[in-house]
């Protein structure tokens, strides 16, 4: 029993030791003359000695001083915890309190203390700041947070420094040298304006933690910061400034603005500056950068010389750190001397998302010239609204994600005299990327309502307009990592000017899909350079382009897809224009980097239609026009629908459907495009109007695979030229070339190609002969809408596939339609004097025949069949071409295609590609499905697919014919 009660009496001593002081102190007490404490100096050493029995509330009184306190010091209180806190603030009624000094070191420090809130408000309500505290020493700080401050909160002040050093903040967060902390953390900065006492700050806030006790979570919200970097002499001011060690802060409904003539001439001004690479999770949203008021408001922010950007982040990659909502606006910066840089938002390493929530805005989407730049006297200046990167090409990217933002309203122009260089303006700029992947997607690069809404009015040394830049190559290096795949997707490029590109890719594996580019002036829409395999430039739409332009533009790149675009409805007021819808360099003439490789491009499922302006209207002016300009260096040309319109002979220059510059290698193809060329050659001296053109320095086909291709225009415009002849006719051109034995020449039957921008369809219409006159090409297994070609076998030609009852062509053996159908027959052979006789072999051989009611235009190029019975399967029709030049004969065959569409009932006719039940002239055809057969059926002939179920029912008879 003894031991037992020793044992309590001992436990009881410790229990008693843990608890030795009393906590006293609760409640409000005054401070100032005629108060409970006369100084904030001695309230706070009070509740050193008393410690907080409850929560505290020292109200500075109307005649509060500061006079003779300096670092007013919150540390070593006792009982603070999260429900017994200190407030400090100005009694109701007071206005125009200070705090000042003029000390090396804190004014206020809030150091090893939690809990502590320093509120301006008087009385604590409202939302006007009635306190401010101001450190006049370069060498000192406004407050100070350090060893272990955490869960402390600043709202309402107006705090005002004169650091002269980039690492000494108006507020500043230092690390720790106790043995046990966990950093200065969770402390909030709210509702307060930061600024610059006589003008030269150099950081607004700054922090630098201790390893293994980093800042973190701490979080400046709706603050007015101000002025930093104000004539200092130092080389970098920043409003927000976080430096090692300080993990996931939220910085946000910030407003980062100069007054008066702006930033300090020649040094770098970056308004949330985070440099820290041991760290990430950071946050920061919805601030406002820019102007001479907050949120951007007032004349524009003026900054000469030094770096400018809104937000830098170098960060590491442990997890994302988040930058949404912002809008960087109203800024001028001017460019003198060194080789520097303007950029909204910039990233170096890490791993970010930039958007993905919330949008940024660089810019202005309705203020033209929101941002303007000017150029230096000594070295060219960037410009770009999202950077990534370094030039040295030293960054480290995990994952990048640059969505939904708006760069819009950046002006940037040169000196007039001839001396200053150029302007580099680059909506989104991947630079010199050398790690980790990058994704580019949503974003809306200059506007789609108001003109040259990115510029470059630089009157001498123009330079580049880029809305996209992915440059992920060191120079003179062809880099094909595999860890380098970007992509670049459902972007808008409109209205960017001078010399322009909508999204350039230069180096890595990148994807460019989806996106829109239109509205820009001599220009390329997409261009590729130094790509490697597995490059796609997929299902974008590059329209209403203005002079001299490029739809998509590919050199010194090997294995390139260029699948599924649109391009269209290019025009312009200036003469001899040059426009052309793909075009590949011939790069064997260059001088290709080491390393490099070229050819394997693959063109393919592509829609370019011009000669017709964004209004439908015909383009007058003497264009060269181009659909696809290529190499063959094992390139592959197949599945494209290219349209050249305007029939207006007065305005011709040269033009061709498909432009061949060099032949190289074996493994070329050229198969199943659709090349129509209407513009006339009669009154051309520039050049003749072609369907396909193989230059005059190609002197053979040999590699070359040709065949099965659809080709249609103007009478006089010419189905092929080569080696300087010009061949009208698809029958001449077959025997010169040796092959296109399949391919055919006759109308395609668009859907509109002549729409306006919105209408325009080069979609084809039912009839159309390129049904099933294809040839299988494996590896284009979809077509232009991404529809599986195998579900429209057999092979259509032209970049959209479907099911379609063909039209009787020219030059095909068979022309295949439904009972009872229509169809037009056009001649193979152009008449030069009109005379054209139609024949028909309906099984005594060929007799003339003459209008009734099955045919009209029996002695036209076109042949017009009408309500066509089955019972005509095997008929034969030809054309007479001044009365001796035989065209290509063919016959009609009748077949109807499952489709299933309704039920598996044979009997249905919502079953059938016709509309209509088979009849026992007709070649049957399933593809796929379970066909069940309920009634006595009959077909010419029974055509099953592998994977076909196919029933009779008990005792009814279905017949084959043949």
């Not at 590109?501 to 990148?510: A, E, H, K, L, W």
């Not at 009154?683 to 099965?708: C, D, Q, R, V, W």
């Not at 008449?831 to 036209?860: C, E, L, R, V």
């Not at 069949?865 to 016959?891: D, E, H």
Request: charged content about 10%; hydrophobic content about 35%; some cysteine.
């Amino acid at each position: 029993m003894r031991k037992k009660l020793t044992a309590l009496f001992i436990l009881g001593l410790i229990f008693t030791k843990t608890f030795a002081q009393t906590c006293t102190m609760s409640g409000t007490y005054k401070v100032g003359s005629g108060g409970a404490y006369a100084t904030l100096t001695a309230a706070l050493s009070a509740l050193r000695t008393n410690g907080l029995a409850s929560s505290v509330i020292l109200e500075l009184k109307t005649n509060y001083s500061s006079a003779g306190e300096t670092n007013i010091s919150f540390a070593a209180i006792n009982c603070l915890t999260a429900s017994r806190t200190l407030t400090v603030r100005p009694e109701a009624g007071a206005a125009g309190l200070v705090i000042n000094g003029t000390v090396t070191g804190p004014v206020i420090n809030v150091s090893n203390v939690r809990y502590v809130t320093i509120d301006g408000r008087p009385g604590g309500t409202g939302t006007s700041s009635a306190l401010s505290i101001t450190n006049f020493s370069v060498n000192g700080y406004a407050i100070l947070f350090s060893a272990d401050a955490s869960y402390n909160t600043l709202k309402y002040l107006t705090v005002y420094g004169s650091p002269g050093s980039q690492t000494i903040g108006v507020i500043c967060f230092l690390g720790s040298t106790l043995s046990v902390t966990n950093g200065n953390n969770d402390n909030l900065i709210t509702n307060c304006t930061i600024g610059s006492a006589n003008q030269v700050s150099s950081s607004g806030i700054y922090s630098s933690g201790s390893a293994g006790k980093k800042n973190s979570r701490n979080r400046v919200v709706n603050c007015n910061i101000f002025n930093y970097g104000k004539s200092v002499s130092q080389t970098i001011a920043s409003g927000v400034f976080l430096d090692g060690n300080s993990s996931a802060w939220e910085i946000s409904g910030n407003s980062f603005y100069h007054t008066g003539n702006g930033g300090a001439s020649g040094i770098s001004t970056i308004a949330i500056n985070i440099n820290d690479n041991t760290s990430s999770g950071f946050s920061v949203s919805n601030n406002f950068i820019g102007g001479s008021a907050p949120n951007c408001g007032g004349t524009a922010g003026t900054y000469t010389g030094g770096v400018f950007r809104g937000i830098m982040m170098s960060t590491a990659t442990s997890e994302y750190s988040d930058v949404q909502g912002n809008t960087i606006q109203n800024i001028h910066w001017h460019k003198y001397s060194n080789p520097d840089e303007f950029s909204g938002i910039c990233f170096l390493k890490g791993k970010f998302r930039c958007g993905t929530f919330t949008g940024n805005i660089i810019g202005s989407p309705v203020q033209p010239a929101s941002i303007t730049t000017t150029a230096s006297l000594y070295e060219s200046s960037l410009v770009a609204g999202i950077l990534t990167g370094t030039a040295s090409g030293t960054d480290a990217f995990d994952t990048l994600l640059i969505r939904n933002n708006v760069i819009c309203g950046l002006k940037g122009s040169s000196h007039p005299n001839s001396d200053y260089y150029e302007v580099r303006m680059y909506g989104i700029y991947l630079q010199k990327q050398t790690s980790g992947y990058i994704e580019v997607s949503g974003n809306t690069i200059g506007s789609t309502i108001m003109p040259n809404s990115i510029e470059n009015t630089s009157i001498t040394n123009a330079g580049p307009v880029k809305g996209i830049w992915s440059e992920a190559y060191l120079a003179g290096t062809f880099d094909c990592r595999p860890n380098m795949h970007n992509s670049i997707f459902e972007n808008t490029v409109s209205n960017i000017g001078g010399t322009t590109t909508g999204i350039d890719i230069s180096g890595g594996q990148v994807s460019v899909k989806n996106n829109i580019i239109q509205k820009l002036v001599n220009s390329t829409g997409i261009s590729a350079v130094l790509n490697c395999p597995g490059t796609a430039i997929n299902n974008n739409i590059v329209r209403n382009m203005i002079g001299s332009s490029t739809g998509i533009y590919n050199d010194l790149s090997n294995g390139v897809t260029i699948d599924g675009n649109f391009i269209h409805s290019f025009y312009g007021p200036v003469l001899y224009s040059t426009i052309k819808g793909i075009q590949v360099y011939p790069t064997s003439s260059n001088n290709p980097p080491a390393g490099s490789l070229h050819g394997n491009t693959k063109i393919r499922n592509n829609m370019i239609r011009f000669g017709i302006d964004s209004a439908g209207a015909p383009v007058t002016q003497r264009f060269n026009m181009s659909g696809i300009e290529a190499p063959l260096d094992s390139t592959v040309i197949t599945h494209n629908t290219v349209f050249i319109g305007n029939t207006d002979t007065a305005f011709d220059a040269q033009s061709d459907a498909i432009r061949i510059s060099k032949l190289m290698n074996t493994g070329n193809r050229i198969t199943n495009n659709i090349m129509v060329n209407e513009r006339s050659t009669a009154t051309n001296a520039f050049g003749p109007a072609s369907m396909l053109n193989f230059n005059e320095y190609i002197t053979s086909l040999a590699g070359l695979t040709l065949n099965n291709n659809l080709y249609f225009g103007a009478l006089d415009a010419y189905t092929a030229v080569y080696k300087n002849v010009r061949y009208a006719g698809i029958a001449q051109w077959r025997i010169v070339s040796g092959m296109e034995a399949n391919s055919i020449l006759a109308d395609p039957s668009f859907i509109n190609a002549t729409g306006d921008l919105n209408s325009v369809n080069l979609h084809l219409n039912s009839p159309t002969p390129a049904e099933a006159n294809g040839i299988a090409e494996p590896e284009v297994t979809t077509d232009f809408d991404l529809e599986s070609r195998a579900a429209f076998t057999p092979v259509d030609i032209g970049a959209d596939a479907g099911i379609y009852v063909q039209s009787a062509t020219a030059g095909s053996p068979f022309g295949i339609l439904c009972a009872g159908g229509n169809v037009v027959l056009k001649s193979d052979i152009a008449s030069n004097y009109g005379i054209y006789q139609w024949q028909a072999d309906t099984g005594a051989g060929f007799a003339d025949i003459t209008n009734n009611g099955f045919y009209s235009g029996t002695m036209n190029a076109s042949l017009q069949l009408n309500n066509i019975p089955s019972t005509w399967y095997g008929y034969k029709f030809r054309c007479i071409v001044n009365g001796y030049q035989v065209g290509t004969a063919y016959s009609l065959k009748f077949e109807n295609k499952w489709t299933g569409a309704v039920s598996n009932a044979f009997e249905n006719p919502g079953n059938w590609s016709c509309g209509g039940v088979p009849d026992g002239n007709t070649d049957m055809i399933i593809n796929s499905g379970n066909v069940s057969v309920g009634a006595t059926s009959i077909c010419r002939t029974l055509t099953l697919r592998q994977g076909v179920i196919f029933t009779v029912a008990p005792g009814v008879s279905f017949t084959v014919t043949h």
